[in-house]
Each structure stands twice: as C-alpha cells, then as structure tokens.
C-alpha cells in the first residue's frame, strides 16, 4: 500500500480543504481525515484529472479537489495518462530519480 497526505477541497460539502490521508492498494483508492474513514472505491470507477495544483476527483458525481505532497509520485502511482505541463514535469523528475537509483534507463521522453 502506498499513502499519501493531502488536502481535500469539496464545495458546497466543507467551507475550507481538509487534511486527508488517501491509499492506494492494487486497484483501490480510500480518503480518511482524523483518522475517520471516507470511503474506497475501485480507481476504475472514479475519474482523476491532473491539474496543475494538485487533481480534480469525480467520485460518484461529487467532484473535488484533491492535493497531494507528492503530487509526482501519486500521478504514477494512479496510473495518470495525461497531465498538465506542471504535473509532467514532477512526474518526470520523480521518474528520472527512480532511473538514477536503480542505475538502468526507463525510456523517459518529455
């Protein structure tokens, strides 16, 4: 399991962003904040957008807004396809670093 602190912004749900801690395991995405669960849901079933502050989470036709503090690792680790500029660029310094560590080329173009 991988996990992430972030913030979690939903309008009309809360007035401000909440501190959330989200994990990924296999194919499974759960939030929880004060310890409180949220959810989980498939990644399948939800749609993640990058954004280049953080990404839009449309669950269950509820969107919000989700940041990470690692936005880079997350991307990859969701499995992101498309990302804006920004997020492209952490995702490929996150990428290029695992490449320096374990010595062999991954095959990364910009």
Excluded: Y
Excluded at 32 to 59: K, P, Y
Excluded at 61 to 75: H, I, K, Q, S
Aim: glycine share 12%; charged share 25%; net charge negative.
């Amino acid at each position: 399991m991988t996990a992430f602190a972030g913030r979690l912004e939903v309008p009309g749900v809360v007035d401000h962003p909440i501190g959330v801690q989200v994990d990924l395991e296999a194919e499974t995405i759960s939030l929880s904040a004060e310890g409180n669960h949220i959810g989980s849901w498939e990644l399948d079933s939800i749609r993640v957008l990058g954004q280049d502050m953080g990404f839009e989470l449309c669950i269950n036709g509820a969107r919000g807004t989700l940041r990470t503090e690692d936005d880079g690792e997350f991307a990859i680790e969701i499995g992101l396809q498309w990302a804006p500029p920004r997020l492209r660029r952490l995702m490929l310094a996150k990428l290029a670093r695992r490449e320096a560590e374990l010595g062999t080329p991954m095959g990364l173009t910009v």
